[in-house]
């Protein structure tokens, strides 16, 4: 169903033609999950129905031309077409690190998303992602499950909570905070792990294991 295609800037030096409002127009002007978000944002009053119903059924998903909240029938379609397209990049992503010899894992984090969804307990947008990751066994941590559970140990309302962590993005207490809830999954995932987490003295005190080839 999805197609890979060459990318559009392929070169620091093309980056300039995102600044070129005709170049932009040219190549956005059929993309249609920016048509959908424009839509469903209030930017743009209409949008081909028939281009969204095309799309429903390749996507296996229903949509309704004849909804009477068009703007929230978008914004599902949107939803479902973003996630089609994230479990083919994950795919791509978890073969390309076998094929080399890498590791992955994979980090979900949607503050104003999935997280306020588990702190008022309610079902989280993006679940689909999350049983597609335990479905085909992908390594991942959860960030906005580390805060659903965080919050719990707070009598703070919600925005109380966010104060006390983010600035918009999160700010040092975050990054903080952050950093420390990841550390032991990173220490269990890294082999041989890292110096201050070794077990035994007698180890090398080199970097073989990290570097390419060793």
Same mark, same amino acid.
């Given at each position: 169903?999805?197609?890979?295609?060459?990318?559009?800037? *392929?070169?620091?030096?093309?980056?300039? #033609?995102?600044?070129?409002?005709?170049?932009?127009?040219? !190549?956005?002007?059929?993309?249609? =999950?920016? #048509?959908?978000?424009?839509?469903?944002?209030? *930017?743009?009053?209409?949008?081909?129905?028939?281009?969204?119903?095309?799309? %429903?059924?390749?996507?296996?998903?229903?949509?309704?031309?004849? %909804?009477?909240?068009?703007?929230?029938?978008?914004?599902?379609?949107?939803? /479902?077409? =973003?996630? %089609?397209?994230?479990?083919?990049?994950? /795919?791509?992503?978890?073969?390309? =690190?076998?094929? &080399?010899?890498? /590791?992955?894992?994979?980090?979900? +984090?949607?503050?104003?998303?999935?997280?306020?969804?588990?702190?008022?307990? @309610?079902?989280?947008?993006? #679940? @689909?992602?999350?049983?597609?990751?335990?479905?085909?066994?992908?390594?991942? +941590?959860?960030?906005?499950?580390?805060? =659903?559970?965080?919050?719990?140990?707070?009598?703070?309302?919600?925005?109380?909570?966010? #104060? *006390?962590?983010?600035?918009?993005?999160? &700010?040092?207490?975050?990054? !903080?905070?952050? %950093?420390?809830?990841?550390?032991? *999954?990173?220490?269990?995932?890294?082999?041989?792990?890292?110096?201050?987490?070794?077990?035994?003295?007698?180890?090398?005190?080199?970097?073989?294991?990290?570097?390419?080839?060793?």
């Amino acid at each position: 169903m999805l197609e890979e295609h060459e990318s559009r800037i *392929r070169s620091p030096e093309k980056l300039d #033609q995102m600044t070129d409002p005709d170049w932009m127009h040219e !190549h956005l002007i059929d993309e249609l =999950a920016l #048509q959908m978000y424009l839509y469903e944002k209030g *930017r743009i009053i209409d949008i081909d129905t028939k281009q969204m119903q095309k799309l %429903a059924g390749y996507l296996n998903t229903e949509f309704n031309p004849d %909804a009477e909240d068009m703007r929230q029938e978008i914004r599902q379609l949107l939803f /479902k077409y =973003a996630y %089609a397209a994230t479990k083919y990049i994950l /795919k791509k992503s978890k073969e390309f =690190a076998r094929i &080399n010899d890498k /590791k992955l894992m994979i980090i979900l +984090f949607d503050p104003y998303g999935s997280t306020r969804q588990l702190l008022d307990g @309610e079902p989280r947008v993006d #679940q @689909e992602i999350v049983d597609f990751l335990e479905k085909n066994n992908f390594n991942y +941590f959860d960030m906005n499950q580390v805060h =659903a559970e965080d919050y719990k140990g707070f009598k703070l309302s919600q925005e109380e909570y966010y #104060q *006390r962590y983010f600035i918009g993005h999160y &700010n040092p207490k975050g990054n !903080h905070f952050f %950093a420390f809830s990841i550390k032991p *999954r990173i220490v269990e995932w890294l082999d041989p792990p890292p110096f201050t987490y070794r077990k035994s003295n007698t180890l090398p005190n080199d970097f073989k294991g990290y570097l390419e080839g060793n």
